[in-house]
Structures are given as structure tokens and as C-alpha cells.
């Protein structure tokens, strides 16, 4: 029978989410709920003066306003949580759009008028709130989860005094928001000493430890249950205040509470893309090897944090080159947290994408015929060779696909009628992680199964995948297998982000059919009642729920008709060890410009990826997908602007914060090596993926840019006065 393993099978999920029958974590219709909305501070850095909530707490419907003085005193969590102080528990503002109140009321509605009528008098102080204003100050933080932030390998100073060739640019990006459709949400219950939280959580076991550290509460006295979630992109991978300030409202309300933050509130309250200069030098010989590399970025941290989100891990690891200086900077600035935000490693990507491209300019060297030349076999930081590693595989097919070879290098000389056509390349790649993972598998009376693990299904077919690996170990057609996720009284698992929910929960799953599968096998043929009875257990093969014993398929039981005798059902857990490590591919992009309006269109995307065995190409695909259309957001469109002066974000919606839509998006053609990877085996050959896809594309646009007009971007986005 084919491995259900691979195929493209539709999201098994993907009817109840259609339909609206998937519950999301703000759908729970609770008795006695109240509803919450946060009064946030209006200056960037300063004190609390006074609040005065008199006309609030008269508004029809409101039932509390609290503020720093009646919330219970909570102690700071270590990571996940995202800030390094809890608001409301003193009078200091770190930033503008800090929670300083907390309305609730009967109804929403009554909620957020209620909020408007708080009035608070502030003692401000002069905010700063630019990057390139105090360049001066920047300085190299602490390690941040034991990752240093800066890597040496070699002598670079030296290496690019001896250098051929040099390129020296500095590249650059703005802030950005992740944007989820489903805001940020939290219903939290009490009953007694415990506490439940129906959450929008892309980790619900991270979040339970936060929670639980900040009530100081054991783990088993907070549930965090969270289904499904209308997308995360790393904004719902730590814990934030309004979670903790939820629950200690309900808390002091004695009553359920719901808070739905608005969209204006999730730009301060949710993390974000760090604003970041990268500043890189290259050094290599006329024949385009790479000697030495200097990269040294610098990103905003804040006053109470100096945690650095987006890493150069590409420096680092990507291409063969002995000398390598990574420095990550960091400037305080009275900005909220920045955080994870998909790609995180893309930031740094973009800059040394670019510059390779100036560099085969340069040397008149094809971008693609670089990346070769300066292609590893072996991790540049550890020296360890790569099990499987097939980029120069990507390269060919996606260059292939494309029709790169058709490419006329010189800039300006592609034109079709009014519009200048530029084609360009880059490689993408990023880091997958792994964490400890257990699945639990019933096989219950009726031969059906029943996978459950606290993980999370955040929108990439986790479902989907987890429910075939688990089908097709059983030897059970797939629409006899549930998989429950999002919820902590299942067995532990891992966070959803970076790009480490396969690489964590396949083994563990498949594990686990494989041990109930045996299970089954083993009741059988010790079963008189069965037609198997007497049967070897390595000679039971199993196809579409029934088992035969091989070379007599007269011979043959169920599933439903084993459990149904043993009376009682099967359950099995699965764990299993994977390690850490980094999925490969090359995106191919053409754009037209037509100058005398400054527009710019993509108009094709070719890619190729090596990400191990694809679990399913459906999946695959979409998260492909996903990640041009994050990309060409990255690179032309998003920008968070902040007032100067107040430290506002100015532009806190999707009318005024740009995003791409379809229009904005063409068609994408997603190709795969598709080979296991030795590294990889207890994922069953898979690494990590989501994260990889876009990582390459804000170069490759800019790249083809370069290609079409001549002019050489260096700063997303690439917005239309940039190509007048």
C-alpha cells in the first residue's frame, strides 16, 4: 500500500475551519463573562501622576476599572515572557501604548467607551525613539537563550586588508508587525486555586510555565487550551502582559474574563520586528572565493531588555569562508519589546544577499556560478558535515525552471514595451530547532485512533501531517485518526516556532503508531477468537485497517474487531530524540518597473527546496507560498512608522500598515528535492521547514531590481519613490 507519508492529502481540519465549526480561542461562549479592554499609556517614558476612573466606573455596564494600585502583586517570569517588567504593578511607563488600566464590563462595547472616559496625568520625559539617533550608544548584549552575539572565526580584519575585492555597504529595515488575523486573546477562569486560560498561544506549555511562574502556582494548576490559531508568525510564541493582566483580573473580578485586543493594541503590546542596520564587508579573490566576512548589526533593544531576536545566522553557517566576524549591536531605545517574527533570520539575509549580488556584479561573476563557487559540505561554525545536504540541487532545478541561462547580466538592456524586466536570485535558508516532545495514541474500542500532544496548530497542516505519519504507522485509513492538540493536559510538547513543531512531534507520533500498531499485532494472534491466532507477529501485515497474515490474506482481522474483543482500549505513548539543524533552497524572481510611475510588480517566482523528506507536498507548498508573499511584503511594502517625538505608532492598521494581497502576489512555482535526510531520521527524514521559505526573497527582488534599472537598493521597503 503508499505511504500516506508524502502525499498531498487535504487538511483534515480544513472543513471544521470553513464551516466555523474550528473553535478559536476567543469563540467560547462562557457564563458570567466579562468583558476586558486595557487603557494604554499615551507618553513613552515617564510616571503615573494620577488616574482618575471616576467617569469610567459610572459608564453603564462597567463593573471595575483596576489599575497599579489594585492589582495583586505578580512576580517576573523568565522567558517566554516577553518583557523584563509586568505593567500595572507600579506607577514608571517604559512605552507608549503600556497598559496602565484595565476596564470590565458586560459587554465589549461598554468596555471600550468606558476605557476613553479614564483620564491619566503623566510627569513625561523626552522619549528616544530613532535608531540612527543613537548609533552612538550601541553596545554588544549579553547572550540571549545561550546564544552569543558575537561569533569569530579566523582573522577578518586581517583577511580583508589582503582582499582582492572588496564590498563595504550597509543595508537596512524598518520595524514591522506581525499582523496575525486573529488578535491576541485571552479568557481566563478561575475555579478555586486553578486557573484556566483559553488562549492564543502558538506554545501552550511555554505559557503555562510563565502563568504559573508569575501567580507562583504549580504547572499542574494552570490549563492552557488553545485549539487552533488564526495565525502567529512568532507574535504568539511568548507570553505578554495582557495574558498575566487577564488573569489577574478575573482573579480579582471572581468572574471569567474575555480580552480581545484591538489591532492599535497589538503594536505595542505583541512584540515586533526590530528596526536594524547591518553593516557588511566582503573580501574574496577576483575568482570570486570568499575570504573574509565583517558583519556587525545593530537592532533596537529597550531600557528594561537587550534581547537581540534576529540573528546573522547566515554569516555564520552559509557559505565556505575562514574569516568570519559577526557582531549583533543593540540600542536602547523607549520603544515596547521586539520579538520573533517569521524569518527572524531574514533580516540579516537580506544584507548579505545583497551584497553577494554587488559582489558577482562586481567581478562579472553570475550571482548563481558565486553561490556555487563559495558552496559548504560541512557546518562552517562546528565543522561537522551536513548528512544531506542539497543545495547546489536547488540551485540547478530552480535556475533550470526559471530559465536563468536566457538572463542577459547587464543592468537596464530587458525591456517589454514600457517596463524594465529584472531577474534575480538569492539563496534562502534558516535554522529548525527541536524540542522534548511526547505523543499519547489510543486505539479505542470501535479501531479508531486518537493521537494527543500539547502542541499547536497554528495554520501549517500540524493536523494534517501528525494524523498521516499516524494513519500510515497503524496502517489505518486517515480519516480514522483524530489528532488533539493546544491543550497542557496532554503529554508535553513542543513550542510552535522556529520552524521545530515537525522536527519535535513526528518522532514521538510515529513512535507511538508503531508501538500500538505492535500492540494490536500482539493481541491478535494471541487471541483464539482471531483468524490470526497462532500467527507470527512479523508475519501480520496491515492495510486499510485490516490485518493479513502475509502469504494467506484469507487469513485477516480489524482493527475495530480486535479492540472490540480484547474490550478495552489500547493506549501507547511516543517520544524520541532529533537534534537542531538548518533546511536549504533558492528563490528566482522577475519583476517589471516601469519607471515614469515608480511601479514595480512581481511578476514570477520560481523556487527550489531541500528540506528533507516532504511529509506532505500540500503543506509544503502552502508554506512556500506563504513565505514569497511574506517576503514581498518584507521588501516592498511593510514599514512600521512611530511619531518621533511621542513614540506613537502611526500607523496601527492594516489601511495604513501595507501588507500583500493576492494582487500583490503571482503565481509561485514550489519545487523539492524531496530526499531524507540522515540527520534527521527519527522525523522520518524531515527537517524543519516553515521558516526557510522568504528568507531569500526581499534580496532576490531587490537583486532583480538592481538587474532591470541599474539602481542598487539597500533599505526595504523598496517603495515607489525609491525607483523614480
Request: proline fraction near 6%.
Amino acid at each position: 500500500m503508499k505511504s500516506l507519508v508524502g502525499q498531498g492529502v487535504a487538511r483534515v481540519d480544513g472543513r471544521a475551519k470553513v464551516t466555523g465549526a474550528a473553535r478559536y480561542a476567543a469563540d467560547n461562549e462562557l457564563t458570567g463573562v466579562l468583558h476586558g479592554f486595557l487603557v494604554m499609556s499615551t507618553i513613552a517614558r515617564g510616571e503615573l501622576v494620577e488616574i482618575d476612573t471616576r467617569a469610567a466606573l459610572a459608564h453603564p455596564g462597567v463593573v471595575a476599572v483596576y489599575t497599579h494600585a489594585d492589582m495583586p502583586r505578580l512576580t517576573l517570569p523568565a522567558f517566554p515572557y516577553n518583557r523584563r517588567f509586568i505593567p500595572m504593578q507600579d506607577t514608571r511607563v517604559h512605552h507608549n501604548g503600556q497598559p496602565v488600566a484595565y476596564v470590565l464590563a458586560q459587554t465589549l462595547e461598554q468596555a471600550q467607551e468606558a476605557a476613553n472616559l479614564v483620564k491619566v496625568r503623566y510627569r513625561a520625559e523626552d522619549p528616544v525613539t530613532r535608531l540612527e539617533d543613537a548609533l552612538n550608544e550601541a553596545f554588544l548584549p549579553l547572550p540571549f537563550r545561550d546564544r552569543a552575539n558575537e561569533s569569530i572565526r579566523g582573522d577578518a580584519a586581517a583577511a580583508l586588508a589582503r582582499a582582492e575585492v572588496r564590498i563595504d555597504r550597509t543595508y537596512g529595515s524598518p520595524m514591522q508587525h506581525h499582523n496575525p488575523i486573529e488578535p491576541h486573546t485571552t479568557t481566563a477562569v478561575w475555579d478555586g486555586g486553578t486557573l484556566t486560560l483559553y488562549e492564543s498561544a502558538q506554545g501552550v506549555i511555554l505559557t503555562r510555565k510563565a502563568v504559573s511562574d508569575a501567580f507562583r502556582l504549580a504547572p499542574g494548576q494552570v490549563r492552557i487550551i488553545s485549539p487552533y490559531l488564526g495565525g502567529g508568525f512568532g507574535a504568539k510564541g511568548p507570553t505578554y502582559p495582557h495574558t498575566l493582566l487577564t488573569a489577574a483580573a478575573a482573579q480579582l473580578a471572581g468572574r471569567p474574563v474575555k480580552l480581545v485586543l484591538s489591532r492599535a493594541q497589538m503594536y505595542t503590546s505583541n512584540g515586533h520586528r526590530a528596526e536594524y542596520r547591518h553593516h557588511i564587508q566582503v573580501g574574496a579573490t577576483r575568482q570570486g572565493v570568499l575570504t573574509a566576512i565583517a558583519d556587525t548589526s545593530t537592532a533596537q533593544v529597550t531600557r528594561t531588555d537587550e534581547n537581540v531576536f534576529n540573528s546573522s545566522d547566515s554569516t555564520i553557517h552559509l557559505y565556505a569562508c575562514p574569516n568570519v566576524h559577526v557582531r549583533q549591536m543593540g540600542v536602547r531605545l523607549d520603544l515596547p519589546t521586539s520579538s520573533y517574527m517569521r524569518s527572524p533570520e531574514t533580516t540579516a539575509h537580506f544584507g548579505l544577499e545583497t551584497a553577494l549580488d554587488e559582489l558577482s556584479h562586481e567581478l562579472g561573476i553570475d550571482p548563481v556560478d558565486l553561490r556555487v563557487r563559495n558552496h559548504t559540505t560541512v557546518d562552517q561554525r562546528t565543522g561537522r558535515a551536513y548528512g544531506g545536504k542539497h543545495l547546489l540541487e536547488c540551485y540547478r532545478t530552480a535556475a533550470e525552471a526559471f530559465g536563468w541561462a536566457r538572463r542577459d547580466p547587464r543592468p537596464g538592456t530587458t525591456r517589454d514595451g514600457d517596463e524594465y524586466v529584472g531577474w534575480g536570485m538569492a539563496t534562502e535558508t534558516h535554522t529548525y530547532n527541536w524540542n522534548e516532545s511526547e505523543a499519547r495514541l489510543v486505539i479505542g474500542l470501535d479501531g479508531r485512533a486518537t493521537l494527543r500532544a500539547a502542541t499547536q496548530e497554528i495554520g501549517t497542516g500540524t493536523y494534517t501531517v501528525l494524523s498521516q505519519v499516524v494513519a500510515d504507522g497503524l496502517g489505518l485509513p486517515l480519516d480514522h485518526v483524530t489528532t488533539l492538540l493546544g491543550d497542557t493536559t496532554y503529554p508535553i510538547a513542543s513550542v510552535s516556532a522556529g520552524s521545530a513543531t515537525m522536527p519535535s512531534l513526528v518522532g514521538p507520533a510515529s513512535n507511538a503508531a508503531r508501538s500500538a500498531r505492535a500492540a494490536v499485532i500482539a493481541l491478535a494472534v494471541a487471541d483464539p477468537r482471531s483468524p490470526l491466532h497462532g500467527v507470527p507477529a512479523e508475519d501480520v501485515v496491515i492495510e486499510a485497517g485490516r490485518l493479513y497474515a502475509r502469504g494467506d490474506r484469507g487469513r485477516q482481522d480489524g482493527y475495530r474487531d480486535v479492540m472490540a474483543r480484547h474490550g478495552r482500549g489500547v493506549e501507547v505513548r511516543g517520544g524520541g530524540t532529533n537534534s537542531p539543524g538548518r533546511s536549504f533552497g533558492a528563490v528566482f524572481v522577475e519583476v517589471r518597473i516601469l519607471p515614469r510611475l515608480g511601479r514595480l510588480r512581481v511578476t514570477r517566482v520560481v523556487t527550489a527546496h531541500d528540506l528533507g523528506r516532504v511529509l506532505n507536498h500540500r503543506t509544503a507548498r502552502g508554506q512556500v507560498i506563504g513565505g514569497v508573499t511574506w517576503g514581498i511584503g518584507f521588501a516592498l511594502m511593510e514599514h512600521t512608522m512611530v511619531d518621533p517625538n511621542t513614540a506613537r505608532v502611526v500607523n496601527p492598521n492594516l489601511s495604513t500598515y501595507l501588507v500583500p494581497v493576492c494582487a500583490d502576489t503571482p503565481s509561485v512555482e514550489a519545487l523539492f528535492v524531496d530526499r531524507p535526510d540522515p540527520d534527521s531520521t527519527a522525523a522520518l527524514g524531515a527537517r524543519g521547514f516553515g521558516e526557510t521559505p522568504g528568507t531569500g526573497v526581499p534580496a532576490a527582488i531587490g537583486n532583480a531590481i538592481h538587474h532591470a534599472i541599474g539602481r542598487r537598493l539597500r533599505e526595504v521597503p523598496f517603495t515607489q519613490d525609491k525607483l523614480l
